[in-house]
């Protein structure tokens, strides 16, 4: 059990760890910025050498934004996201549950229309030990579903043909996981992933992800570059801007209903993206927030798409109070309740009664479902 009063102590004592970004910090942040936002060829000087920050290009100068005009009627949208239970070794049989949540939400002129679902599957621990079930796994394998998913339902739904439509993703289109090329199994989902992403470029299929409250830092590492006269052994020696994110840059420039620039990742992984389906991105200020959106190569080159998607996700934004109505709606298909995990496995343990096998728990488990007093 907590004990709150303690626990009222320890942060009163960790609370200014809380405020790392000073008012002074920000306001050396702007002196900075205003040097180098309209600097078209500040580009070119980090394009000229290798850097070890992690820092995107782009075209035109740092500072310019867009405004997003509203976007009006018919329109349409779908959102993909998921959730699973993971493998228990003091539950039941060996396996994992992951379930898919799909919105599409469709905005005629004078009629809208709301269809939901979602879909279950289990996997059971490979005999063959082809895979482990653990986090990572499981993760990788969620994060497959839910883009095949996207892309199934994206081409069916494109057949109502209602122009735009837009398929929104939850995260990153920057495929992370894959940090060693020794790791098969990541590497295999990558395939995986980049075959899917081809397919929504083969139909032409808008889509984008979206980040709620980002902490990346490509466009901070610019101004961390700049302070150090691009000389890189000086930002360890005196990094002043080490824990501000892009964001903290963003809210000095980025007006409410204004997108960024178009910039491409750096990412390393990103070097094995096909061209056309490189990662790119740019920030939204969306009203309550700025996000980051990102998109692939195809869809970056034609700045109407970026603008047509900007809008959309804006709209989306703003009739969810924040936060894209379509993408809360799949997460609420895709969750899994306490409930939920309660019935998963006394499902399991009537399969088992069902067969006349002996449904196993730990009693650490059982202790937990039935406490001792």
């Known amino acids: ?31 900075l910025f205003e040097q ?38 018919p329109y349409q949208v779908l959102a993909v996201d998921g959730s699973q239970i ?20 469709q905005y005629g002129l004078h009629t809208s229309k709301v269809e939901l679902s979602s879909y279950p599957e289990i996997l059971v621990v490979d005999q063959d ?26 081409e069916q739904s494109i057949q109502q043909l209602i ?31 980049i075959e899917e992403l081809q397919l929504f470029f083969n139909s032409k299929i808008l889509h984008v992800a979206y980040m709620s409250f980002p902490k990346t830092k490509d466009m901070i590492n610019i101004i961390r570059l700049v302070s150090a006269d691009f000389q890189e052994k000086n930002i360890k020696q005196s990094d002043y801007f080490s824990n501000l994110l892009d964001v ?54 034609d700045p109407m798409l970026v603008d047509r998607l900007c809008a959309i996700v804006l709209d989306q934004a703003i009739k969810g109070n924040g936060y894209p ?4 709606e799949a997460h609420e298909q895709a969750v899994i309740k306490t409930v939920d995990r309660e019935f998963f496995y006394a499902t399991i343990k ?4 069902k067969n006349n096998q002996d449904y196993k728990i730990s009693s650490k488990s059982s202790k937990k479902i039935q406490p001792p007093f």
């Open 163 to 193: 122009d735009p439509f837009m398929c929104l993703l939850d995260g990153s289109l920057i495929f992370f996981q894959v940090d060693d090329e020794k790791n098969e199994n990541s590497q295999n989902f990558f395939n995986k992933y």
């Open 86 to 105: 993971y493998y228990d070794k003091h539950q039941g049989p060996a396996c994992s549950l992951i379930n898919i949540g799909v919105v599409y939400l």
């Open 248 to 301: 903290d840059l963003l809210r000095i420039f980025l007006a409410e209903g204004h997108r960024t620039i178009i910039f491409e990742s750096k990412a390393p992984i990103c070097y094995a993206y096909p061209k056309h389906l490189k990662p790119y991105f740019c920030y939204l200020n969306v009203g309550l927030e700025i996000v980051r959106l990102e998109f692939a190569g195809w869809i970056a080159q």
């Open 325 to 328: 109505v379509a993408l809360f």
């Open 350 to 353: 009537q399969i088992y009664l």
């Open 36 to 73: 180098v936002k309209n600097d078209e060829h500040l580009v070119l000087m980090i394009a000229s050498k290798k850097w070890s920050l992690l820092l995107p290009s782009w075209h035109g100068k740092l500072g310019q934004t867009f405004l997003i005009k509203e976007h009006q009627h």
């Open 1 to 31: 059990m907590l004990d709150r009063f303690k626990l009222f102590q320890e942060l009163e004592r960790v609370s200014q760890n809380f405020f790392s970004v000073s008012k002074e910090c920000i306001m050396q942040l702007e002196i």
């Open 129 to 154: 030990q082809q895979y482990v079930l653990d986090a990572e796994y499981i993760n990788l394998y969620r994060e497959q579903c839910e883009l095949i998913e996207a892309v199934k339902s994206s």
